[in-house]
């Protein structure tokens, strides 16, 4: 297998510590990407270095570091479109270091569907959780709540039954069984408690017409307990509250839609226990493990 790209993401919070524990304890190819002056890598790894200089400064937003871990992303995305690496597993970044780089994106996925030439989310690429007890996929990621629900379209709710069920397919050689959220308690009690579970029920209908497997939209207090293969998520929260309770250390972020596999942990920086050592390098480890494990099906 071709060596995994992994980033380390912002010198100033977990990533080096939780890669370099991970890679510690794992027998996987890997290249890492990002500033050695910044976090000083084991000597044995393979390493390329991105850039910078001096001592790193925990837990504080900047510029320098937010170009580093964007010099680190697309240093890796060039290994892997050169046929170098295989799969690109990120470290966290801080939203507001790479806004003070220059960044237009809020966070890896816009960037990296971007750099893909993918324009529409849900319809062309999507953030989607996986994990062995619970998996979801989200009609909105970084959008205000109040967005979030004025902004459920049938037709977004279709295009992402159908961009799921090709990447699932792709990823577990099977047809997902699909369920989606209501958005309001009960789901909606007939419109007694609000009327958006009628643009859902229509984008399920749409989705079926094309012969995907979805159903809803289901309660969402009760739908993460249910026996479905992908819940669909109407906004961030509403998936990842559950995700990051029942499976925090075993569950990763995946970019579907993408042309290579693109993984990463599920929680962000942790600038307050930056430069400790007390990270837990678990969410890592898994992450990369899974990166390993389904690699090859995307070349």
């Known amino acids: 297998m071709k060596p995994l790209a992994i980033t380390l993401g912002d010198p100033a919070g977990i990533g080096a510590e939780v890669v370099f524990k991970a890679l510690d304890s794992l027998d996987v190819p890997a290249r890492v990407f990002g500033s050695r002056a910044y976090s000083n890598p084991p000597r044995k790894l393979d390493f390329v270095d991105v850039g910078g200089s001096g001592a790193v ?22 290994a892997i479109e050169s046929g170098e690496c295989s799969a690109l597993v990120t470290g966290p970044i801080n939203k507001q270091s790479i806004a003070a780089a220059g960044s237009e994106f809020p966070g890896h996925t816009e960037l990296l569907a971007s750099r893909a030439g993918l324009r529409r989310y849900a319809h062309d690429y999507a953030m989607y959780f996986d994990s062995p007890s619970i998996r979801a996929v989200l009609l909105s990621v970084h959008t205000p709540l109040r967005d979030a629900v004025k902004t459920i379209r049938a037709q977004d709710i279709a295009a992402l039954a159908r961009l799921t069920t090709r990447e699932y397919k792709r990823l577990y050689g099977k047809t997902p069984r699909i369920a989606a959220a209501a958005v309001n308690p009960h789901g909606g009690e007939g419109g007694r408690f609000g ?36 819940i669909m998520a109407m906004y961030h929260d509403q998936a990842l509250i559950p995700i990051k309770t ?46 390993a494990r389904f690699a090859e099906r995307f070349t």
């Open 195 to 230: 009327d958006e579970e009628r643009e859902i029920e229509r984008g399920v209908a749409a989705a079926r017409a094309e012969g995907i497997t979805i159903t809803g939209p289901h309660p969402a207090d009760t739908i993460f307990r249910a026996k479905y293969d992908v």
């Open 57 to 78: 400064k925990y837990g504080v937003i900047s510029a320098d570091y937010g170009r580093i871990a964007l010099d680190s992303i697309d240093t890796a995305l060039r």
């Open 246 to 291: 029942m499976a925090f250390d075993r569950a990763v972020n995946v970019t579907i839609g993408l042309p290579y596999l693109r993984v990463s942990v599920d929680h962000g920086t942790a600038f307050d226990i930056a430069g400790k050592g007390v990270a837990d390098a678990a969410p890592m480890r898994y992450a990369i493990d899974w990166a």
